[in-house]
């Protein structure tokens, strides 16, 4: 931890300031790749984000190292085991158009509730 290089790191970006503990978050998971943390504003019982430390922009730039997008789901799978049944919807919001506001790739794990009633 604490060698993210340079340029995997954006001087304005929120969640690189999450990653590097400028700004508070409640984490849940941690390691030298990943982090997670819960959403500030949960739509479901349970709403934690995935967040590489890295920074990269989105979905697409993060299957480029598919070892990390497999972190990532694997994350998103042990946090979904550790604080609900396992059970979750994973969504990776990819550009303005599709609902995405910050431009550091995250994953929402949503579980708990009635998710499988709800559309999409
Ligand atoms: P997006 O719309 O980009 O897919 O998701 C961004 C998510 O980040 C939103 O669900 C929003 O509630 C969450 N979020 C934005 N800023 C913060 C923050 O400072 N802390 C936390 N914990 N979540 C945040
Ligand atoms: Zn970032």
Do not use: W
């Amino acid at each position: 931890m604490g060698n993210i290089a340079a340029d995997d790191r954006d001087p304005d970006c929120i969640f690189c300031k999450i990653v590097a503990e400028e700004i508070p978050s409640d984490r849940v998971y941690e390691d030298d790749q990943v982090i997670a943390f819960r959403d500030l504003h949960p739509k479901a019982p349970l709403h934690v984000l995935v967040v590489p430390r890295r920074h990269r922009r989105d979905v697409r730039e993060l299957a480029e190292q598919p070892e990390l997008l497999a972190r990532t789901a694997s994350v998103a799978s042990k946090v979904a085991s550790d604080l609900g049944d396992g059970d979750f919807r994973l969504i990776f919001n990819t550009g303005a158009s599709a609902g995405q506001t910050v431009f550091h790739v995250h994953a929402h794990v949503l579980a708990g509730g009635s998710l499988a009633e709800e559309e999409m």
